[in-house]
Every structure is written in C-alpha cells, then in structure tokens.
C-alpha cells in the first residue's frame, strides 16, 4: 500500500539545523509531488512548500524562503525537508504528505509526523 | 497570504447535521475548485475526506459531503456520530501558487 514513512524525533538548539526524511513506498516515486505540512502544538496546519521528487525548483511558502530547502532522492525514494536557524516557534510536528492531483490540494496520505522540539 | 477562515467550534447530537464553513477569497477558494478537507483525530496525521470541493476518496463514508459558493465552501457531516469528534480543516490553492489551510474547527459530539 502507498505509504510515507518519516523519520524520528529531533530535539535541537536554537539556531541549528534540522533534516526530516519522509520514505515513500508502493506506488512510482517520480509521479507524484510531495509536500511538507507543519502544526505547532495546540496550533493548526501550516504549509510550508511543495516539491517535485523528479527534480526541479520547489515552491516554497513565502513565510519560509531562505530558511527551508526541499530535496528528494529518486534511488532510495526518500525526500527530505531542511530547516535552518531553528527558533522556539519551529517546535512543531512537521508531516510529509503526497500530491494527487494538479491543484496542490489533494493530500493523501501522510506521513505519521515528526517531532521537533527547539529548546536551549 | 491569510488563512481561510473557519469556526473555532461546532458541535452536535449523534444522528444530526453540522455544517463547517471555510471562507476565503476571490484569489483562492473563489477562483479555484481545488478544496479540500481534513480529519484530524488527537496525535494523529490528518486524513483527507474530500477533495476538489465535493469529491470523496475512496473509503470515505457517504455521510460527509462538500460543496462551494463563491469564496465559501462548505463541509456537511450527516448522521453524527461519535468517531466524528476530531478536529476538521480545509485547504485551498491560490492565485500564488501557494496552498493556505483553514485554522481549523473542533468538532463536539454531543
């Protein structure tokens, strides 16, 4: 079955870096766009950009531009999400969610979520 | 870009109809029919149940159902039941290239 995997729980210190991986099995990597989706605690979804695992510029929110950089890789069929100069406010869980049609809106499924906690 | 705007809260008897709105505007969800709606239970991953205003996945039951007027779209819930309390949202393309989420709705099962 279509299913996105993530990678697990990161604690990091303001101003570092993280790396989210989102594997994605049972269906062909290439065709399908994935985004990256974010929900601070207690707080609702937030989308954070979009990206093509074939190639290509991502399309990026603009509130995360400079900050975040969408990468995929077509052998092990994983994808990546890097966010750097991490503040508190970053504490989220940040989910991976496939594309399915050609207006961006169509998630399903989704990755189970990482945690990531930004504390001194 | 601003959210769509949704109700904090809605709640309902078991068997009854509710109704969550999902407001935007003429570069969003008036200008495109690429909404969609969201089921989120507690400390789990969002679920979709309807896409493209009224389309339904696969799996979905038939009690949920969407629609659009104008910079408004619409998720109805018929036959409330309890397994419906979780939190709902919707998303919408933009005249951006950009998606925006609604800020979400809980919904209460009387």
């Known amino acids: 079955q279509v299913q996105l995997v993530q990678s697990g729980a990161e604690v990091k210190k303001p101003g570092a870096s993280v790396k989210v991986s989102c594997k994605a099995s049972?269906?062909?990597?290439?065709?399908?766009?994935i985004h990256w989706v974010r929900q601070a605690p207690g707080q609702g979804l937030e989308w954070m950009g979009i990206?093509?695992?074939?190639?290509?510029?991502?399309n990026y929110a603009q509130k995360f531009q400079g900050r975040v950089r969408m990468t995929g890789d077509t052998s092990t069929t994983t994808v990546y999400m890097e966010l750097s100069s991490l503040r508190s406010e970053d504490t989220a869980v940040y989910y991976c969610?496939?594309?399915?049609?050609?207006?961006?809106?169509?998630?399903?499924?989704w990755g189970q979520g990482t945690l990531v906690t930004v504390s001194s | 870009q601003s959210a769509l705007t949704q109700p904090a809260s809605v709640s309902g008897s078991p068997g009854q109809s509710i109704t969550i709105s999902c407001t935007g505007t003429?570069?969003?969800?008036?200008?495109?029919?690429?909404v969609s709606w969201y089921q989120q239970h507690p400390d789990k991953a969002p679920k979709l149940i309807i896409y493209?205003?009224?389309y339904r996945p696969s799996g979905v039951s038939n009690r949920f159902s969407g629609s659009k007027s104008g910079n408004t779209a619409s998720l109805t819930i018929s036959g409330l039941q309890a397994e419906d309390e979780a939190d709902y949202y919707c998303?919408?393309?933009?005249?951006?290239?950009?998606?925006?989420f609604g800020g979400g709705t809980k919904l209460t099962v009387l």
């Open positions: 969610a496939r594309e399915n049609s050609s207006g961006w809106t169509r998630f399903d499924p």
């Open positions: 049972g269906y062909t990597f290439t065709r399908h766009y």
């Open positions: 990206m093509n695992p074939s190639g290509g510029s991502p």
């Open positions: 003429s570069s969003d969800v008036g200008n495109y029919n690429y």
């Open positions: 493209d205003v009224s």
């Open positions: 998303n919408s393309y933009t005249s951006s290239s950009v998606v925006i």
